[in-house]
């Protein structure tokens, strides 16, 4: 199946600072999807990225699918940023298998006061 | 709904009871996933709906679950025999119409397996 590879996987930054997270994959893909995972669990659509740029905020993230891999820019970073950050996608030739999102193992971000 | 539900929100049961997961999904949503996350495996994926049918069930992780979907809306997983190593957050999902959609996902049910 498809892979998935976040990096870093920790990152510790003071509030007000930049970051940029990435996100490899190992095949075509027909959906790329970030998500940060709050302190109480839930998951929180970021950007429906398969291709293309968006920005939302101070959030904004690329993906280049040519050369497989998703980017997500964080900027002037709050204190509420903290926690853990997906990257989620769905191949492209699942040659008739699952059919679901396939998940990195994130990247766990600390943003200190 | 505003968004995805699931119930209950935490659920203790003892080794060999059956236990059985709720999702609501967006409502017009026809497409429906399982997902669960455990610190062993991270998130994985379980099944997806299209409508009432699940046309892959090999995500799975045993044939003590099972999930079902009616009416295009509300879905269950069951799961049978429950052993420790079940205990997990059991997320599910849903979409406009498929796996090329964006995907929202609901708050999750706490397995705990004693």
């Known amino acids: 199946g498809i892979q998935v590879e976040q990096s870093p996987p920790d990152l510790i930054l003071q509030e007000g600072a930049n970051s940029t997270l990435r996100c490899n994959f190992s095949?075509?893909?027909?959906?790329l999807q970030w998500f940060h995972q709050n302190p109480w669990g839930q998951l929180i659509n970021l950007f429906y990225?398969?291709?293309g740029t968006k920005q939302n905020g101070r959030l904004s993230a690329t993906t280049v699918a040519t050369e497989r891999y998703s980017l997500l820019y964080i900027s002037s970073s709050q204190t509420t940023d903290s926690g853990v950050y997906f990257c989620?996608?769905?191949?492209?030739?699942?040659?008739?298998?699952?059919?679901?999102?396939?998940f990195g193992k994130g990247t766990h971000l600390i943003i200190q006061p | 709904g505003a968004g995805v539900s699931q119930s209950p929100s935490n659920k203790v049961t003892e080794k060999g009871k059956d236990v059985e997961l709720r999702c609501d999904p967006i409502?017009?949503?026809?497409?429906l996933y399982w997902y669960r996350q455990s610190l062993g495996q991270g998130l994985e994926f379980l099944i997806y709906?299209?409508?009432?049918?699940?046309?892959?069930k090999s995500g799975l992780p045993s044939d003590r679950f099972s999930a079902e979907r009616t009416g295009g809306s509300v879905s269950t997983l069951t799961i049978q025999r429950t052993q420790q190593e079940d205990s997990a957050v059991y997320l599910c999902?849903?979409?406009?119409?498929?796996?090329?959609?964006?995907?929202?996902f609901g708050p999750g049910t706490r397995l705990t397996v004693l």
């Open positions: 999902a849903s979409s406009g119409w498929g796996y090329t959609d964006t995907q929202y």
């Open positions: 709906f299209q409508g009432n049918s699940a046309p892959d």
């Open positions: 409502s017009g949503h026809t497409a």
């Open positions: 095949d075509s893909v027909n959906n």
């Open positions: 990225i398969p291709s």
């Open positions: 989620a996608v769905s191949a492209m030739y699942s040659g008739g298998g699952a059919d679901g999102l396939t």
